[in-house]
């Protein structure tokens, strides 16, 4: 009996490790992940700075949300370059990473914050748009409209 209580013992914390490592791991990429989009959008659109933070919602699916400095969501030429940008860089480097486990994309401003109010979407759909433009199979009026149907409001949970 002990040995078999010993095996289960050490099976469960094999497992356990196991589990947060993986969590760590996702955490360090979805991190990683942030750092490039944060850059890209922060060197491309010079009128707000954006932030992106991983989310690990579900165990080894990452969800991020991208948030910006100023009420983008305000004004339609603020928001359409804003959300362009953001959604091709998360989809760049998410592309670049095709073993990363995801799960969605959440935008939001400054304004909608104060509300707890985000847009989100499959990060599927900003890896497909991505590879799209890239390989001229859309526009960005057509990626934008795509985006813009697959936007949903979302409030974020305390």
Known sequence: MGGAMLKLAIVSAVISLWSMSSL?????????????????VNALVDYTETKCLPVAKEAEAISFIVISSQPVFSREASKKAWVLVVVASIG?????????????LWLSDINRMKGRVAYGMPVTVAKTLQ????????????????IKKRLKKKVIPR
Do not use: F
């Open 24 to 40: 760590a791991q996702s955490a360090d990429q979805g991190q990683a992940i942030c750092y490039e989009v944060q850059n890209i």
């Open 131 to 146: 590879r799209r433009i890239v390989n001229n199979k859309l526009n960005l009026d057509q990626m934008y409209s795509i």
């Open 92 to 104: 760049k480097a998410l592309n670049q990473r095709p073993g990363v486990k995801t799960n969605e």
